[in-house]
């Protein structure tokens, strides 16, 4: 039989060169196939972002200290200062929201759904399914390098979120109460708003993970049913995560609005005093 002899020079080039799969979608901003209103989602949500921050970072920073608004009146206060600290050595041009807010914003600005949301709205990564991102993406290193890798302490942002949680359903339930037995509007908001943030929080994937994420076994012991039991509660409020998100944020934005169109003088709150 016949031998077959091959020499390097006939051998056919292998590039050892990785290539980076570029998925379905044209390569691009902004190219596509499709054909329907794919850039409407993402740019309600950049809108709607856009507008959130905006408001909460004037009304946070700068109406009280500059038109002299109060976030207090009443006995309401603003959940955006919740819970109020007032140190004496604070000087009167910065507000005392900015030690408390970056709990709560920080709490958002890392959350699974958010970072979704203003990945696509904001960084275009990518702005929808089947739609060509910036070629800039090419050398993203996702979560892995700074400032991006901050977004891995989120579980750490929501212990911290249940602190001014608290202090906001003490100051909806005391609003009821701290200028005399009442039942005003102003109270309701601020009750209604306390229970929208309360579910965004317990609707948390990190949360839902925390409970009952890392158990092997869910009927090995009565704990771990117990777990088991809570861990299918969060998972129903979960799958409504992004609702409770965006509720809650407009909650937030009208509940403080409300305050402050109050100690403008603009509405009068209508109360039942008892």
Known sequence: MAEI????????????????????????????????????????????????????????????????????VDGYLSPFFSPLIQPNWLPWWISPAVLILWIPLGFRTTCYYYRKAYYRSYFADPPACAVGEPTIHRRYAMERAFPFILQNIHRYFLYLAFIPLLFLWIDALYSFVNTGPRFGLGGLVLLVNAGLLTGYSFSCHSLRH????????????????????????????????????????VSVALADLYVRLLAWGVLVDPAIRL
């Open 210 to 249: 925390i409970v009952g994420g890392r158990l092997d076994c869910f009927s090995c012991s009565s704990l771990a049913r117990v777990r088991y039991r809570a861990w299918q509660r969060l998972t129903g409020l979960n799958q409504d995560h992004m609702l409770w998100a965006w509720v809650s944020l």
């Open 5 to 72: 002899h091959t020499s390097p020079d006939t051998l056919p080039a292998v590039s050892t060169r990785m290539h980076t799969p570029g998925g379905t979608a044209l390569q691009g901003l902004g190219r596509t196939s499709r054909r329907d209103f794919w850039w409407l989602q993402p740019g309600i949500v950049a809108a709607g972002f856009g507008a959130f921050i905006v408001y909460s970072l004037f009304s946070a920073l700068v109406w009280q200290p500059m038109f002299h608004v109060p976030y207090e």
